[in-house]
DNA sequence: CTGAAAGCGCTTACAG
DNA sequence: CTGAAAGCGCTTACAG
């Protein structure tokens, strides 16, 4: 298809060597002004673009990094990443994108295929706390950093909040209203920041001197659906929560779409907060009550730490560890307990 | 950094040419069964990866397919590309994703920085309507589909929907609620698409012999702020309107931000229809009455098409031309008018 | 069934 | 200031 002219076409063209356009290429500077103004125009005339595929073979380096992700309609997924591309964009850097859905094997797939297509580096939002592939990376001097998930015992570099004060600050707020049974949408625990914000919210329960009642946990996997269930099916007991603490604002959403199902008021009859900050919280139709993860702060230092590991020289490079600080912003979906 | 691992040093160890590793790394059949042995397991000591970049050079394809979106903040767009990059994967191509932020610059470096890097094909969402490079790239027999997106007069390939009837039944919906005053927020109209929509519902006005007053229509850049700020001035009106309908979900969201801002009920005091049927739409606390796109079928369709472009022989095929049939969903948040 | 060699489209010492 | 040549890491005829 297409037969692609090439910098030798370009030459012949110019009646210079392919060596010489290669360097007006790059803007090599000692370059005859007739030289570089006749390959300018031979270059235009013929609509050359550089293979840049080629160009990376020869650099060892092809200015893309990957991005993975849990699921990108996650808006908190897709609002970082979009402060990502944007940025990576103007720092020259293409982003190959990928979802793992929250799954380990796409996860193993996800990097195989980066490494193979050999990215600069990655960016993981999405890995589980004892994933051998990232940990083995890093130590090999790869480039990558990790932002909103974080390894057990590992040095890999990653951005992430603090988890557990964030959970503490959601769980508090709420016992502050009066709230005594307070549900959790926690997910399952593979990721170590949804399992930090778990352990979080049963120290805040004991903490307040709240009972910890297992089945208002609501410990599978998170999808939208299961969690409106799960939301119907305790807000139909006679003792019901009177408040939810969700883990994320995604799944906050997926809590106030049960109770409005169930016809249920917010916040009269059942308080929610969730977590993140995305950028529809803070709606005024919504209002939702929640722990701010300041994404684009976080994905901004991922994303500046990565370009620093790559093109820096690697070896005087410390782990990078920032801990964000979490925050809580309360809007109209909280407010005191109106129940027993 | 990190000397790769290269098929020559694993041909050395597993004491064959680099021809042979190469070949058991296509699954070439006539291989001896000892030797394919040997030489996957040397792979699997040195720990060798494929260098991708060496290949694509050569096979002169990368399996890689660029993604240009407006802005994948915008659920629409986040939703849409979940569903391509997820299939894409599946189909072994990566995707390499670009924001345009409606910007026609942006749309022309993302489009030259994709072909530089020899993507095989360019999926869009997002282009202005006289876009001359887009067209120019389809005149060259470059594999590229548009969807949600469309050309003035030109045969590029493009997924979208039959927006005038999308927009008609909007109208239509609100007027058959008894609604007289509805407002516009139309956006820019440098994408077909959009100014269709807009042609659309001054068509459906006069259909039901409604005014168009354009001071009730907003026609700038589309912001969530400027929105909010729009709807709260119209509203303020003496002579507000009592229905507004947004040319997307996005925007209908920023509307009810300002409705709700106002202390404005939803839908007695005003009616809001939305475009696109984005997920939250269908969320029981919002229940935005909208038009579907279909984005999931729309985002397939253009996928399925590049590929096939891609992969047949370019000669014999024909431009591609689907037009999605829309659907008005109604849902809470359109009412009978009780003004005047 | 397997190896030696050419070639993909660039960059970059090395000469001049 | 510029050209000839080697090399990046693969694939793929061409021989044998």
Known sequence: ???????????????????????????????KEGTREKVLEAINELGFTRDEIARSLVEKKTRTIGLIIGNISNPFFAESAGV???????????????????????????????????????LAA??????????????????????NSRLDDSEVNSISLDNKKGAMLAVEHLAELGHKKIAYIAGPSKYLTVYERYVAYREALQKYGLSYDSELVFKEELTHDKVV?????ILSRPDRPSAIF???????????????GLGLKIPEDVSII????????????????TISQQKEKMALLALDNLIQLIESDQKDVQPV?????????????TGVCNGS
């Open 1 to 31: 298809m297409k037969g692609r002219v090439t910098a030798d076409d370009v030459a012949k063209k110019a009646g210079v060597s392919q060596s010489t356009v290669s360097r007006v290429l790059n803007n090599y500077p000692f370059i």
């Open 84 to 122: 990502i591309i944007s940025k990576a964009q103007k720092e020259k850097y293409d982003v190959i994108i990928y979802n793992t859905n929250h799954d380990d094997y796409q996860l193993e797939k996800a990097i195989s295929t980066l490494i193979g297509k050999r990215v600069d580096g990655i």
């Open 126 to 147: 999405a890995v589980n706390r004892n994933n051998a592939r990232v940990k083995q990376l890093y130590e090999n001097g790869f480039p990558i950093v990790l932002y």
């Open 229 to 233: 269930t799960f939301t119907k099916r």
């Open 246 to 260: 969700a883990m994320s604002d995604e799944m906050a959403l997926a809590v106030m779409d049960g109770v409005a």
């Open 274 to 289: 969730g977590f993140d900050n995305i950028n529809i919280a803070a709606n005024s139709y919504i209002g939702l009550t």
């Open 321 to 333: 560890h920032v801990i964000i600080e979490p925050e809580l912003l309360i809007r109209r979906t």
